[in-house]
């Protein structure tokens, strides 16, 4: 099926161990995004990449890095993992031909617990 | 803080009965979104609004943006088991998307 796929679905990580989150597309888009959500907190936007060979900040980059390797692939990863980046992270692929016209698909998360 | 406030956080009612849910923000979006997330999954794009005052209609779900674009609400009318998850809505910036807290709604049969 075409979407978004996220990879690995669960870990967990002990504090100062480092990962990277892989997420993939098939839908040819070129918006790319990484989200991290926690209770309360709604989902708050880590890093975007609005097309290939270009990556920005978002609201909480902080602990992260990014790699945009490909038009389907961005991944998300952390060099130094803290308790404080327990969370459920999303990856999302984003069309946007023009103003009116939005598509979004989300991955299916990474459940990520740092002890 | 959040650039986006939804009220309520939690919703309980019955099945057949009407809701609003609100999404409220002081800064003016070129856009706004809202998603509908079930349980272990990721949110999932219900419609997108781009014009002040604009209202949309998917079945027995009617989305309004705010005349000044800084808010929007989403109206269910009898609503059905099949509509209880996670309501959130999100507003563009150019190439960001910032989303509110959540609306948690449970419909009871």
């Known amino acids: 099926n075409a979407g978004v796929t996220q990879t690995p679905k669960f870990q967990v990580l002990k504090t100062g161990q480092s990962m990277t989150l892989q997420c993939a597309q098939d839908m040819n888009h070129n918006s790319m995004y990484w989200y991290r959500q926690d209770p309360g907190m709604g989902l708050r936007l880590i890093y975007y990449?609005?097309?290939?060979?270009?990556?920005d900040k978002g609201e909480v980059p902080n602990g992260y890095n990014v790699s945009r390797l490909n038009k389907r692939e961005f991944s998300l990863r952390l060099e130094s993992a803290a308790p404080s980046q327990t969370s459920v992270y999303f990856c999302?692929?984003?069309?946007?031909?023009?103003?009116?016209?939005?598509?979004?698909?989300f991955g299916q998360g990474t459940r990520l617990t740092v002890v | 803080t959040q650039l986006l406030e939804q009220s309520p956080q939690f919703l309980s009612i019955q099945e057949g009965e009407n809701l609003t849910v609100y999404c409220n923000s002081s800064?003016?979006?070129?856009?706004l979104q809202w998603y509908r997330q079930e349980p272990g999954e990721g949110p999932v794009l219900l419609v997108t609004v781009v014009t002040g005052g604009e209202v949309k209609k998917l079945k027995r779900l009617t989305f309004q943006f705010g005349d000044a674009r800084k808010d929007s609400s989403l109206h269910i009318t009898a609503a059905q088991p099949g509509d209880t998850g996670l309501y959130l809505c999100a507003g563009g910036r150019g190439n960001q998307f910032y989303f509110g807290t959540g609306t948690s709604l449970t419909v009871i049969p």
């Open positions: 990449s609005a097309s290939e060979g270009t990556t």
């Open positions: 800064s003016v979006f070129s856009s």
């Open positions: 999302a692929s984003v069309f946007r031909p023009d103003r009116r016209d939005t598509e979004a698909f």
